[in-house]
């Protein structure tokens, strides 16, 4: 039987009352060997249920995270908030964590990823950082624009074989400080954290950049799938 991933999806700006989600999330799970279940987030949800109906968490992109979560206030640069979405994505990422069920994490969900497990974030890494380096490209999603480099001997190191790659980049916030018990695997060349994992043997890898826009013409992104979804068997198993 194939293993189940949960994807966590969310209302959308462009259709009120209408849940949203790329497809490309869908077909690269599928593509990899798993099946995507969505996880629509709901303040009403029952977590448990949801998490235990799957046997891997994807939280994608979106919006920005209430920095209230980290102890902050609103910057003027934050985006738009969605409290329901931060509120069900910390708690089912809370609760694989504390199971050491594999969770992966995108963009967004690698921010959160990070808020959940205690570090916090730049609210606008060009304010928090100073970088001139562009991480809202203006090119195609299955362009990779800028390069990163991968911590050797990290899990994301184990999975693409590579300690340099380009990727696509539509991000405004960064990790700052990244969580007790992850580490930062990757980083643009202007220090920006752009991959983390939890230490230990478990799978929780956030990228910030979108494998799934990049997985039909990037062999890395490709790895990247194939091994969450492999994980996720053998989770099963
Ligand atoms: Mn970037």
Redesign the pocket.
């Known amino acids: 039987m194939k293993p189940r991933i949960g994807v966590t999806c969310s209302l959308g700006d462009a259709s009120p009352g209408q849940y949203t989600l790329s497809a490309l999330y869908v077909k690269a799970i599928a593509a990899a060997g798993g099946v995507a279940v969505l996880l629509p987030c709901d303040e009403e949800a029952d977590v448990e249920a949801m998490a235990s109906s799957v046997d891997g968490l994807l939280v994608p992109g979106g919006g920005d995270i209430d920095p209230v979560y980290f102890g902050e206030e609103p910057r003027v640069e934050n985006g738009r908030i969605d409290p329901t979405a931060d509120a069900f994505e910390i708690a089912i990422i809370r609760r694989f964590l504390a199971q050491g069920r594999p969770v992966l994490g995108i963009c967004r969900g690698m921010q959160v990823l990070n808020v959940a497990a205690g570090g916090d974030l730049y609210q606008d890494l060009y304010q928090g950082t100073g970088t001139s380096l562009q ?1 809202r490209q203006n090119a195609p999603g299955w362009h990779g624009t ?1 390069e990163i480099q991968i911590e050797p001997g990290s899990l994301l190191h184990r999975i693409v074989e590579a300690e340099r790659l380009r990727v696509n ?1 539509f ?1 405004h916030q960064a990790v700052r400080r990244v969580a007790s018990g992850f580490i930062a695997s990757a980083k ?1 060349n202007d220090g ?1 954290i ?1 991959a983390i994992e939890a230490r230990g043997p478990g799978f929780a890898l956030g990228v ?2 979108h494998p799934e826009r990049m997985v039909t013409r990037c062999q890395a992104s490709k790895k990247l799938f194939a091994a969450f979804v492999q994980a996720c068997r053998k989770k099963r198993a």
Do not use: L, R
Request: no cysteine; glycine share 0%.
């Open positions: 991480h800028h980049s991000h643009a920006v752009e910030q950049w």
